[in-house]
């Protein structure tokens, strides 16, 4: 069993850690980054800013894209750039400033096909597309599965800002989003959204909306991975099926 999946076990280990003043902790502790379960990851920040070099350490993993920029809450940002180490204050600053978006390719992808958001498509096509390629994951108007958040009254926000959901769904993304990837001590492997954890379970939704409850004393390693759930292939949908989808979201007004 990983140590790190009870999160007793997990804290316990990280607050043992905190009392060493070793350097190799910060690596140590990022070495197992991916088996952090949401909770035991906010004590793991808060182990790691306590000394620079730790921080140091956590700072070079996302500057590496080893992890997402978006592990560490933006009150974490707020404090790292005021950190009293001025390399650490400044390369925080870097990093906080950087765009979310995965990569240079993919913002050529999205200048290129936002501009559809100001063209004028037909709700009813959209509703078939939907039903294609989203329903699976989300609630719209009572219908679809809970994978992803519902997206009844959707229509209420900026349809550019929609789009750019649709198209680049690894911009926001909050941990329980991700895809994790539970394997029991029976080698069951359950892969989905992080929904809830205690201090005895954890429970994944998968991908076709069915809930598993799992004993932590059950599991043999949990991983993350540093995806959303939420495909990044949709800008290969035709720029006609993107325009009726986007006003078939841009109706529901909740
Ligand atoms: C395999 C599941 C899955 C599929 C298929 C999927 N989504 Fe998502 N979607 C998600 C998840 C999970 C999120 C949450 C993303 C995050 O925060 O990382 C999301 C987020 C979104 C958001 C942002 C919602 C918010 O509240 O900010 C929009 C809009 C969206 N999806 C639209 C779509 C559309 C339109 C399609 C079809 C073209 C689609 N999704 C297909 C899982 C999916």
């Known amino acids: ?25 910060g690596d140590q502790i990022m070495a197992r980054w991916t088996e952090f379960t949401p909770n035991v990851r906010r004590t793991a920040i808060s182990v790691l800013m306590r000394r620079s070099t730790w921080t140091k350490a956590m700072l070079d993993a996302v500057d590496q894209k080893e992890i997402p920029k978006a592990d560490l809450a933006p009150e974490h940002w707020t404090q790292l750039q005021r950190n009293p180490d001025r390399q650490v204050a400044r390369t925080a600053e870097r ?28 709700a ?9 390629s989203c329903v699976v994951c989300h609630v719209i108007n009572g219908e679809g599965g809970k994978v992803g958040p519902e997206l009844t009254g959707i229509g209420a926000r900026d349809r550019t ?24 001590n029976e080698d069951a492997v359950f892969a989905g959204r992080l929904e809830a954890e205690t201090q005895t379970t954890v429970k994944i939704l998968d991908l ?36 009726n989808l986007l006003e078939y979201l841009a109706q529901s007004k909740g």
């Open 1 to 25: 069993m990983s140590l790190l999946t009870t999160p007793d076990l997990a804290t316990g280990l990280l607050s043992a850690l905190m009392q060493s003043r070793q350097d190799a902790v």
């Open 95 to 122: 990093l906080a400033t950087m765009t979310a978006s995965s990569s240079e390719e993919r913002k050529g992808v999205l200048d290129k096909l936002l501009p559809l958001a100001n063209e004028q498509g037909d």
């Open 124 to 132: 009813a096509r959209g509703k078939e597309v939907f039903a294609t």
């Open 161 to 184: 800002e929609i789009l750019q959901e649709i198209l680049d769904p690894n911009r926001s993304l909050e941990a329980n989003y991700r895809l994790w990837i539970v394997t029991t």
């Open 208 to 243: 076709v909306a069915q809930k598993h409850i799992i004993q932590r004393s059950d599991i043999k390693s949990l991983q993350v991975s540093p995806q959303s759930i939420m495909p990044a292939g949709f800008d290969a949908l035709p720029a006609e099926d993107l325009k």
